[in-house]
């Protein structure tokens, strides 16, 4: 019987976007058991700002997909100790993280950065929705936006 290869899907997937689906999509082509690791809110305040969209709710998403197998919470970035644990044989994560995780390779797992393209992140998608925000205060400063709350 050959032997399952199994692949692990790093990310935050914070304000989940085309290429969150594509990395997964890729990894899936990657081997037979694909397992989704989706980092904490504590984890991701650990080394930059907190996620827009709540843990439990980006975990959610991320069940719901068809390719992962299994989606686990996401606690570190040395991913060592869940290399070994879960018989990972390849790691996906952006390539917006090279070449942090190339020391995996020295486990025997082949490491891939997926490649996001120009301009598609969680990150530019909050700047574009902080000017979009921006734009629609400027024009209604003579023309208040009502409050839902008051209706």
């Known amino acids: 019987m050959k032997k399952q290869t199994v692949v692990y899907v790093s990310g935050t997937f914070d304000l989940f976007h085309n290429n969150h689906l594509k990395m997964i999509n890729y990894a899936r082509g990657l081997g037979d058991i694909v397992i989704v690791g989706v980092s904490t809110d504590e984890l991701v305040c650990s080394y930059k700002k907190e996620p827009s969209v709540p843990f439990e709710e980006r975990i959610s998403i991320i069940e719901g997909l068809k390719d992962p197998d299994i989606v686990i919470p996401q606690h570190t970035l040395d991913h060592k100790e869940t290399v070994k644990k879960?018989?990972?044989?390849?790691?996906?994560?952006?390539?917006?993280?090279?070449?942090?995780?190339?020391?995996?390779?020295?486990?025997?797992?082949?490491?891939?950065?997926?490649?996001?393209?120009?301009?598609?992140?969680?990150?530019?998608?909050?700047?574009?929705?902080?000017?979009?925000?921006?734009?629609?205060?400027?024009?209604?400063?003579?023309?208040?936006?009502?409050?839902?709350?008051?209706?």
């Open 86 to 151: 879960l018989n990972i044989d390849v790691f996906v994560i952006g390539d917006d993280w090279y070449p942090k995780y190339d020391y995996l390779k020295e486990t025997g797992v082949s490491v891939f950065y997926f490649p996001y393209g120009m301009g598609v992140s969680s990150t530019n998608l909050k700047l574009k929705i902080y000017e979009q925000y921006k734009k629609i205060l400027q024009s209604t400063d003579d023309h208040p936006i009502p409050d839902p709350k008051k209706d």
